[in-house]
């Protein structure tokens, strides 16, 4: 059937073209978006208004519309005597979804709507796909991702979420430039895969005949910065990771990196808090939201020990050895099937700590997590057990991750080998580490998910609903 109603349109097109209609315009002297003149109506104010048709509705010698644009929806009227017979039979060929402008003055019908009357039509753009039907053609979930410029055009609610993303974003960039940050670009194409914990995307240079992975995260090339001299610096920009895709999870993801020279994890935790209420004022005007049925106070902030919950948990104490982990575990029924050999503390960590769920729904910084998870932070001065770190979770998800960035190279360099030796654990990033040498200043790291700051205020509980074309199977692959 759609290859039908698409026949009829090209039929339509055609006709047009060879009546002298050019089905795709250029330019158009736009006055003003739809919403603009229902805010502030004024009668027989002239107009020129550019959007694309949502309803068309016949009745004898007049029609009435509906145009569509970014700011709104609008109904528009003509009468045949005005625009002319030939204009007339010409909008009988004109469908849903198809781009125009129109030019007119606007009045109030009885029933008070406002209304354009146009006394001249343009088409600058024929559909010759027919639009989803409002209520029945655009519902299925996987449709709406695949096809995501049709979502937009039906579903207000779709675009408003976009809409609010690039105001998130840009109030971050506001609120830290203000503070003094700076905006900078590191690359995206790194020789080794560190910076983070993470399965990478692989690639290959031609032009160098080099090996190179697509960035897990920017933290390596940002700290060079600091020991470069840049003080405070930031980047927001793609990350990739080779794994799993989930409700909270997509394989390429945009990050919120800060980097503050003097300062330390504490300072990043009220800077976070900082960014977060200055996007609730200044975004949404209200510090309380709902996501997920759930009311979350951003007034509330909760600090909440990791080596506490492992010690409730599991029975876990940091000083201990991995043998007796081992046995703790095992009288907690918690089966890790670890392989033959040695087993680090390490290992087993990255195997449990997931099974730790941040249930509250309010902000809630989790803190004194075991150094062995934190390669790249400084230890506790009161317990090297336990690091400079936190990581932020807000309605029950992981938000945002600090850190007191470790300086003293070599140490890190002892951190990378340690890690590196369990399996899928990191590399030695020797120039890092090089770099470190010329001195790095004592300071803050800060990471936040975009992606899922925007889930939390605009109230969508998967990823997917918050970037424009997110990753999918192909169509027809089972």
């Known amino acids: 059937m759609s290859d039908e109603f698409r026949d009829q349109r090209i039929k339509k097109l055609n006709e047009l073209n060879a009546e002298g209609v050019c089905g795709y315009g250029g330019q158009f002297p736009r006055t003003h978006f739809v919403q603009d003149l229902r805010d502030n109506f004024e009668p027989d104010q002239s107009v020129c208004c550019a959007g694309r048709i949502m309803a068309l509705r016949f009745h004898g010698k007049s029609v009435f519309g509906d145009i569509k644009d970014i700011s709104g929806k609008m109904q528009f009227y003509a009468k045949k005597d005005v625009i002319g017979e030939k204009t007339f039979d010409f909008l009988k060929k004109f469908d849903l979804g198809d781009i125009i402008g129109v030019k007119g003055s606007l009045f109030l019908t009885h029933t008070q709507e406002p209304t354009i009357a146009v006394k001249e039509f343009e088409l600058l753009s024929k559909s010759l796909r027919p639009m989803p039907e409002k209520w029945h053609g655009l519902k299925d979930v996987e449709t709406r991702y695949r096809k995501r410029y049709l979502d937009l055009i039906v579903n207000d609610n779709v675009r408003d979420v976009f809409i609010l993303r690039s105001k998130i974003t840009k109030s971050i960039r506001n609120f830290l430039d203000v503070k003094g940050y700076l905006e900078v670009e590191t690359p995206m194409l790194h020789p080794l895969a560190g910076g983070a914990a993470g399965k990478p995307f692989a690639t290959h240079l031609d032009a160098l005949n080099l090996d190179l992975f697509l960035r897990i995260a920017p933290e390596l090339y940002l700290k060079k910065l600091l020991v470069g001299g840049l003080e405070k610096v930031y980047e927001i920009n793609r990350s990739f990771r080779n794994e799993g895709i989930s409700l909270r999870h997509n394989p390429e993801f945009t990050m919120l990196e800060v980097y503050t020279a003097f300062a330390d994890y504490r300072v990043m935790m009220q800077l976070v808090r900082d960014i977060f209420l200055h996007i609730a004022d ?197």
């Open 282 to 478: 200044t975004v949404l005007g209200t510090r309380e939201l709902i996501f997920k049925d759930e009311k979350i106070d951003l007034n509330v902030w909760e600090e909440i020990s990791f080596a506490k919950l492992m010690d409730e948990k599991f029975g876990i104490n940091p000083d201990d050895s991995a043998s007796i982990w081992i046995e703790k575990l095992k009288k907690k029924n918690i089966d890790l099937e670890l392989k033959q050999g040695k087993i680090s503390r390490t290992f087993i960590l990255n195997l449990i700590s997931d099974l730790i769920e941040v249930k509250l729904a309010h902000p809630v910084f989790i803190t004194d997590i075991y150094t062995e998870l934190c390669p790249l932070a400084k230890k506790k001065k009161n317990n090297p057990f336990l690091s400079e770190r936190f990581e932020l979770f807000i309605g029950g998800m992981e938000i945002a991750n600090a850190y007191s960035e470790l300086n003293d190279p070599q140490e890190q360099k002892q951190r990378f080998i340690a890690q590196a030796k369990d399996e899928g654990c990191g590399v030695l990033d020797q120039s890092f580490v090089d770099a470190l040498e010329y001195g790095m200043p004592p300071a803050g790291g800060l990471g936040v998910g975009i992606d899922r700051m925007v889930m939390l205020f605009a109230n969508q509980p998967c990823i997917k609903d918050v970037i424009f074309f997110p990753q999918l199977k192909p169509e027809n692959c089972e």
